[in-house]
């Protein structure tokens, strides 16, 4: 069975800086495209960041020069390192696998970040 969990969210002054971390279990990281996405309250979710199998990445402009990207497969991890952190970044953040050939598609349930002094 697929499991995808988020975790690491917080509250954090505006300027500080959060890593989140984004654990696969029952699936061959590798032959994932993973990404991470962001839902504010009122808002539609929206993507924030994406990496590719082979470790290619890209960025919602918003976050860009801010958020970094990175994954690990042989640990089946996937992480986002945030920092200088506005105000509006305050969301729910979710972690996405979608598999490279196939349709499975994976999220998970979510971790809170709160940007706020």
């Known amino acids: 069975q697929v499991q995808v969990v988020e975790s690491g969210g917080g509250l954090v002054q505006p300027g500080g800086s959060l890593r989140l971390s984004c654990a696969a279990s029952g699936l061959t990281l590798s032959r994932y495209a993973m990404s991470w996405h962001r839902q504010a309250p009122g808002k539609e979710r929206e993507l924030v960041a994406a990496?590719?199998?082979?470790?290619?990445?890209n960025y919602a402009d918003s976050v860009k020069g801010r958020f970094t990207i990175s994954r690990d497969n042989a640990k089946k991890q996937v992480f986002l390192q945030m920092n200088s952190l506005k105000p509006e970044d305050t969301a729910v953040y979710y972690c996405?696998?979608?598999?490279?050939?196939?349709?499975?598609?994976?999220w998970g349930q979510g971790t809170q970040v709160t940007v706020s002094s």
């Open positions: 990496i590719t199998s082979g470790g290619s990445p």
């Open positions: 996405n696998a979608k598999h490279i050939y196939f349709h499975d598609d994976y």
